[in-house]
């Protein structure tokens, strides 16, 4: 800003001067006899142009720049290389510093900065339901609700809604499992991405009873197409029935995420867009030009009251409201990588008043130096900018050693990442551009205040032999300034760590219901037209399951439809026998499942009364259903709900009494640290309308060990069917607390450094404060003091500076707790027991920081130092 | 007219105008008119060989300039020698004695 003003200022002088000499000139030819208009004209010309004169005299003052510019490099490099130690250690720190910076920075610039690969992505939003009073907040849309708020609203430019699918595609190759995107026609023209080979569906695609078209994407065609570009117009073999190739997405074009690898016409019937029971659809809708997303959720609000009010069974109570998609996709990620970038600022900060505090003792060291140059006509200004060069070589260099610290662990940064994201390894532009910034402000932050105390050196005082004690003194309070920040925030810090560490172990700690060691599990999606028939679906599990079960190593083995965490949802509504109807708005909801007998066996969820579902219910038997704790507390309150009977709603409409046989124990299902929801089980042999997807075997040894017999068994009933996710159960806890604990991982590293610097921080200081008082010291020794005396006295000194950094991070703590809170499980963001031990550790270890200075201090002979300058 | 030899005019000029200001402080356009002046004319400065040439000795710290008024009660950038200034106007003479004397012993030789 300065700077602008300056330039500014010498622009208008430049100018003055080159008018007043033009002006100068007249007067002279004005003076030889010639007319005004003539002696205007001719010092014009004599002048050849302002212009021209002002854009030498900008060259000049550029090549000036320039020259000292290079001269304070060439010299400031020569100066660290001489200061070699001092370089390496305050390279080494800041290139921990800067390298942590920009590596989390690359994980943010993913997942938060980054465009999505869609036209104008920011308009782009997500819609959802508002079903809180079932438990679901974030629901996804029925078909029904997406016609009208597609029909009805004010504030989109379109709305599209896709389903998900899963097809086996047969034909040249492994059977594969793939994941299909079923989409109304206008989601390509909405997201604004042209295929890259061939066309996307139309409209006149997209109706009941259309043809059979897909499009595949990038990754697909590669992977199995070999990019053949003869591909489109043939046909492939999905489900086995053959669908038509009508074009290729480009690379990089994903939606909704990195695992859908077919888009195809979803087709819907003017039945099931008329359906506001059923709730499965995703709606992605792009907004109108000048429509924030806070028009387009009061736009939303009131038409889902009119729905409300038109569909009082389905729709009451149900709100709708838009997420920005980049927001929606990034999720919890998005707290957590704010976190991680506050935490890694915090750090650099006290990178930074770490080699502040060096720089300033260096001074001390280089008196003479600066004076004799201070001497030799350098002004003030240009001292402080050679001191401010060499600040920002330092730290340009140590942010060089950090990016390739960053590039050396991108594997580890890839795991941060969200599964819709991609990583590319952080080395793109905006990255480069990014550290060296950083690396830029850093060396300024740094090296600002250490250059400006230096430049105001008193020359006289330098000068002299004993090197102008006096002024360094005062710099000892800005010293002591830097250390005590650097207490406070490496409090901070290791405060953060402590409890993201303990909302970690909490997490881990939780027990979610069921036992997930030595249990292999395996997915196995039966695609719909082959076992459309309920009775194949039976034999193909009853086959199956009879094979593994005697396979050696397998204790027991079940089937479910979904294993608990893998789906946050799949609810029904029902109709509680003997209760009074439900109102509009008031519904009866619980997670639905189909189970084979031995499933809870195989997980150890225990069976608290009745019985469990076995071999005497068939398809032709009575409809029975176990049910867990939570949905016997929830419906059946105070009573025993065995032998109680309810009815399922919606699409249900003919099915029977359903009687309850058993209650289970709770599994979570929705999030380890989200109560278990009220959830009931069907066996598969009655479940119409349910199928199993996952199958579950408990075995003696390492689960892994009879995975592939167990393949093979299962390609030995269907060979064409693919076998996916194979993975012991252990590997899907892990997953939901991954997260947590490479966060708790990360902060712990930050805080460490943090609590390594801070300690070499007040190291130097005290050190410094020793050898500054060494005279003092051997005079209080000659009056009598003991070694003891010196050592507390040091002590004092240091555990003082500790003692405020400690309060000033507290003060901070308190008050940025609230910010923290969504992020942690089980403990709160003031909680007392972390603050303690953090400072009391904090402190320990500072105490042993002060005790090296003192002790040496404590045993330097009196007569020395009373001899000391 | 000199300005077809810019390289040399260069460190002429610089000799010229620390000459020109030895003195008493002169504007833009008096330095120009001295230097003509005791030249008997050989070398017209332009203004845009001048200005480069003042700023850069400003910045080299030879030079100080402050705004005064001329003659005729106009607002003029004045400038004057430092200390810096007279020490170079000495190294320069001196070196330009040197070359003028290699020189003319180059042509004497045979």
């Given at each position: 800003?300065?700077?602008l003003?300056?330039?500014k200022?010498v622009?208008?002088d430049?100018?003055a001067?080159v008018?007043?000499?033009t002006?100068?000139l ?8 010639m007319?005004?208009g003539?002696?205007?004209r ?5 002048l ?7 854009e030498e ?7 000036v720049?320039?020259?000292?510019f290079w ?9 660290l290389?001489?200061a070699?130690?001092?370089?390496a250690?305050?390279i080494?720190?800041?290139a ?13 610039d993913?997942v938060l900065?980054r465009?999505l690969?869609y036209?104008d992505p920011?308009?782009?939003v997500?819609v959802?339901?508002d079903?809180?009073?079932?438990g ?7 078909p029904?609700n997406?016609?009208?708020w597609?029909a009805?609203?004010r504030?989109?430019?379109?709305v ?5 699918a899963?097809?086996?595609?047969t034909g040249e190759g492994?059977?594969?499992?793939l994941?299909?995107i079923k989409?109304t026609?206008?989601l390509?023209?909405?997201l604004?991405?042209?295929p890259?080979?061939?066309r996307v569906?139309?409209a ?5 009873g259309?043809?059979r078209v897909?499009v ?8 199995r197409?070999a990019?053949d ?5 043939r046909?492939i073999?999905?489900?086995d029935a053959k ?14 995420d990195n695992?859908a690898?077919l888009?195809m016409?979803a087709?819907f019937?003017?039945e099931?867009?008329a ?9 992605v ?13 009061a736009?939303?609000?009131a038409i889902a009251l009119?729905?409300?009010q038109q569909?009082?069974?389905?729709n ?5 409201y838009?997420?920005p998609?980049?927001k ?8 957590a990588?704010?976190i991680?970038?506050?935490s890694?600022?915090l750090?650099l ?10 720089l300033?003792?260096r001074?001390?060291g280089?008196?003479?130096e600066l004076?004799?140059r201070?001497?030799?006509g350098a ?12 600040s920002?070589?330092?730290s ?5 050693l ?5 590039v050396?662990r991108?594997?580890?940064l ?6 819709n ?8 532009f ?7 910034g950083i690396?830029?402000a ?13 430049s105001?050196?008193?020359?006289s005082v330098?000068?002299k032999?004993?090197?102008?004690r006096g002024e360094v ?5 800005t010293?002591?300034f830097?250390v005590v920040s650097?207490?406070?925030?490496a409090?901070?810090l ?8 303990s909302s970690?172990?909490?997490l881990?700690a939780i027990?979610?219901?069921?036992r997930?060691d ?5 997915r196995t999606?039966?695609?719909q ?10 034999a193909?599990f009853d086959a199956?399951?009879e094979?593994?079960?005697?396979l ?5 083995a079940g089937?479910v439809s ?5 789906m946050r ?5 029902f ?5 009074p ?8 909801d ?13 997980l150890?969820v225990?069976l608290?009364?009745g019985?469990?579902i076995?071999?005497r219910?068939t398809?032709t038997?009575l409809?029975v259903?176990?049910?867990n704790q939570?949905m016997?507390?929830?419906f059946w309150?105070?009573e025993n709900s065995?032998?109680?009977?309810f009815?399922?709603?919606g699409?249900?409409h003919n099915?029977p009494w359903i009687?309850i046989?058993g209650i289970?124990?709770?599994?979570r299902?929705m999030?380890l640290d989200?109560p278990?929801?009220a959830e ?13 997807r996952?199958?579950?075997?408990r075995t ?6 009879p995975?592939?017999e167990v393949?093979?068994?299962?390609w030995?009933v ?9 993975r012991p159960?252990d590997?899907l806890?892990d ?6 604990r ?6 712990g590293i930050f805080a460490?450094m ?9 190291y130097a ?11 003092e010291i051997?005079?209080r020794r000659?009056l009598g ?6 050592l507390r006295l040091v002590?004092g ?6 003692l ?5 991070g ?5 008050v940025?707790?609230?910010?923290l809170e969504?992020?942690l499980?089980?403990v709160?963001g003031k909680?007392p027991?972390?603050?303690?031990s ?16 003192g ?5 330097a002979?009196?007569m020395v ?5 | 007219?000199?300005?077809q030899q ?7 000029l610089d000799l010229?105008i620390?000459?020109a200001?030895?003195l008493?402080?002169?504007h833009g ?8 002046q005791?030249t008997r ?5 332009k203004?845009?060989s001048?200005f480069?040439?003042l700023?850069?000795?400003e910045?080299?710290?030879?030079l100080?300039s402050y705004?005064g008024?001329?003659?005729n ?15 170079q106007?000495e190294?320069e ?5 040197r070359?003028?004397?290699a020189i003319?012993?180059a042509?004497?030789?045979s």
């Amino acid at each position: 800003m300065r700077n602008l003003l300056r330039r500014k200022a010498v622009e208008r002088d430049l100018d003055a001067e080159v008018n007043g000499y033009t002006e100068l000139l007249e007067e002279e030819n004005v003076a030889q006899g010639m007319k005004p208009g003539d002696a205007r004209r001719a010092a014009r010309v004599e002048l050849g142009g302002p212009e021209q004169v002002k854009e030498e005299v900008r060259g000049v003052h550029a090549g000036v720049w320039f020259e000292t510019f290079w001269r304070d490099v060439r010299f400031g490099t020569r100066t660290l290389r001489k200061a070699h130690a001092f370089s390496a250690f305050a390279i080494a720190v800041l290139a921990l510093g800067i390298g942590a910076s920009t590596a989390i920075f690359s994980v943010a610039d993913v997942v938060l900065i980054r465009p999505l690969p869609y036209r104008d992505p920011s308009r782009l939003v997500m819609v959802w339901e508002d079903a809180s009073f079932v438990g679901f907040p974030h629901n996804t849309p029925a078909p029904g609700n997406f016609s009208d708020w597609r029909a009805q609203n004010r504030s989109f430019e379109d709305v599209a809604a896709i389903r998900d699918a899963t097809y086996n595609i047969t034909g040249e190759g492994d059977p594969e499992q793939l994941d299909a995107i079923k989409a109304t026609a206008n989601l390509f023209p909405l997201l604004g991405m042209p295929p890259e080979l061939g066309r996307v569906f139309g409209a006149d695609e997209d109706r009941a009873g259309g043809p059979r078209v897909v499009v595949l994407s990038h990754g697909l065609w590669v992977r199995r197409f070999a990019s053949d570009p003869t591909l489109i117009g043939r046909d492939i073999e999905l489900n086995d029935a053959k669908y038509t190739v009508i074009g290729v997405m480009p690379a990089g074009f994903s939606f909704p995420d990195n695992d859908a690898e077919l888009w195809m016409p979803a087709q819907f019937t003017s039945e099931q867009l008329a359906e506001h029971d059923s709730h499965y659809l995703r709606v992605v809708a792009r907004l109108k030009p000048g429509i924030s997303v806070a028009k387009a959720n009061a736009d939303l609000s009131a038409i889902a009251l009119r729905l409300a009010q038109q569909y009082p069974d389905s729709n009451t109570s149900v709100g709708a409201y838009c997420v920005p998609l980049q927001k929606d996709a990034a999720g919890t990620f998005r707290t957590a990588v704010l976190i991680l970038l506050c935490s890694v600022g915090l750090l650099l900060l006290i990178s930074c008043a770490n080699i502040a505090n060096l720089l300033l003792a260096r001074a001390a060291g280089r008196h003479r130096e600066l004076a004799v140059r201070l001497a030799l006509g350098a002004g003030r200004f240009r001292l402080t900018r050679q001191l401010l060069t060499e600040s920002v070589l330092l730290s340009l260099a140590g942010g060089a050693l950090g990016m390739l610290l960053a590039v050396w662990r991108r594997a580890l940064l890839a795991r941060m990442i969200p599964a819709n994201f991609t990583y590319g390894g952080g080395l793109d532009f905006r990255v480069l551009g990014f550290a060296a910034g950083i690396s830029v402000a850093t060396g300024v932050l740094f090296g600002t205040l250490p250059a400006l105390r230096i430049s105001r050196l008193d020359l006289s005082v330098a000068l002299k032999e004993s090197g102008g004690r006096g002024e360094v003194g005062s710099g000892n309070r800005t010293r002591q300034f830097l250390v005590v920040s650097e207490v406070a925030l490496a409090f901070l810090l290791m405060l953060g760590a402590t409890l993201m560490m303990s909302s970690f172990l909490n997490l881990r700690a939780i027990d979610p219901g069921f036992r997930a060691d030595h249990v292999l599990t395996m997915r196995t999606n039966l695609p719909q037209p082959k076992y459309k028939d309920l009775s194949r679906r039976i034999a193909f599990f009853d086959a199956v399951l009879e094979r593994v079960k005697p396979l050696p190593g397998v204790v027991s083995a079940g089937y479910v439809s979904y294993l608990p965490l893998t789906m946050r949802g799949g609810a029904d509504g029902f109709t509680v026998e003997g209760q009074p109807p439900r109102r509009p708005g008031e519904v009866n909801d619980a997670n639905s499942r189909a189970i084979t007998p031995d499933f809870f066996r195989t997980l150890r969820v225990p069976l608290l009364a009745g019985r469990m579902i076995d071999t005497r219910d068939t398809s032709t038997s009575l409809l029975v259903a176990v049910i867990n704790q939570a949905m016997a507390d929830a419906f059946w309150p105070g009573e025993n709900s065995l032998g109680k009977r309810f009815k399922l709603d919606g699409y249900n409409h003919n099915v029977p009494w359903i009687t309850i046989v058993g209650i289970t124990g709770n599994m979570r299902q929705m999030g380890l640290d989200v109560p278990a929801r009220a959830e009931m089980y069907f066996p598969y042999t009655q479940a119409q309308y349910f199928s199993l997807r996952d199958l579950a075997i408990r075995t003696a040894g390492d689960p892994m060990r009879p995975a592939e017999e167990v393949r093979r068994q299962i390609w030995a009933v269907d060979p064409a069917q693919p076998v996916t996710r194979v993975r012991p159960l252990d590997a899907l806890l892990d997953e939901e607390l991954g997260p947590h604990r490479l966060q708790a991982e990360m902060l712990g590293i930050f805080a460490g450094m943090a609590l390594l610097l801070a300690s070499l921080g007040i190291y130097a200081v005290l050190a410094f404060t020793v050898s500054e008082r060494t005279q003092e010291i051997g005079v209080r020794r000659a009056l009598g003091a003991q070694k003891g005396d010196v050592l507390r006295l040091v002590l004092g000194t240091g555990l003082k500076l500790v003692l405020v950094g400690l309060a000033a991070g507290m003060l901070a703590a308190f008050v940025l707790a609230p910010w923290l809170e969504s992020s942690l499980y089980g403990v709160r963001g003031k909680d007392p027991a972390s603050m303690i031990s953090v400072a009391a550790f904090l402190l320990a270890v500072a105490v042993l920081a002060c005790w090296i200075p003192g002790r040496r201090a404590a045993a330097a002979d009196p007569m020395v130092a009373l001899r000391h300058e | 007219m000199v300005d077809q030899q810019p390289e040399l005019l260069q460190g002429t000029l610089d000799l010229l105008i620390l000459k020109a200001l030895a003195l008493t402080p002169l504007h833009g356009l008096g330095i120009a008119r001295r230097i003509e002046q005791v030249t008997r004319g050989t070398f017209c400065v332009k203004a845009g060989s001048l200005f480069p040439a003042l700023h850069r000795m400003e910045e080299e710290g030879w030079l100080s300039s402050y705004w005064g008024e001329s003659e005729n009660n106009r607002r003029a950038k004045y400038y004057e020698l430092t200390e810096a200034g007279r020490r170079q106007l000495e190294t320069e003479k001196e070196k330009w004695g040197r070359i003028s004397l290699a020189i003319a012993r180059a042509l004497e030789a045979s």
